[in-house]
């Protein structure tokens, strides 16, 4: 099992910044990707940044040239620097570590950190 372990959450105004990071641990040999994924209210969960272990990443276009997603293998963090923060960025947060065997992707999630933006 991965336990992962989100922080840096909180209500922030429109146009501000936040950091939101992730520490992996138990059994984290294997993670080929890590990621951020949101879910706002009355919403389906959807993708925000992932970055492979190469360092690929990858972002949704409503996010792009805002977000930065990190990631310190050695320290098996992750983390999503947010900037220019908009009302609809609003969301929990969730952080998400995943394996693959045998060709079957296996996910793993943190508890979530709640993002507000509002002035």
């Known amino acids: 099992q991965v336990q992962l372990v989100e922080s840096g959450g909180g209500l922030v105004q429109p146009g501000g910044s936040l950091r939101l990071s992730c520490a992996a641990s138990?059994?984290?040999?294997?993670?080929?990707?890590m990621g951020w994924y949101r879910q706002a209210p009355g919403k389906q969960r959807e993708l925000v940044a992932t970055i492979t272990n190469g360092g690929n990443t990858d972002y949704a276009d409503s996010v792009k040239g805002r977000f930065t997603i990190s990631r310190d293998s050695a320290k098996n963090t992750a983390s999503l620097q947010m900037s220019s923060l908009k009302p609809e960025d609003t969301a929990v947060y969730y952080c998400?570590?995943?394996?693959?065997?045998?060709?079957?992707?296996?996910?793993?999630w943190g508890q979530g950190t709640q993002v507000t933006v509002s002035s």
């Open positions: 998400n570590a995943r394996k693959v065997r045998f060709g079957i992707p296996i996910d793993y």
């Open positions: 138990g059994s984290i040999f294997g993670i080929s990707v």
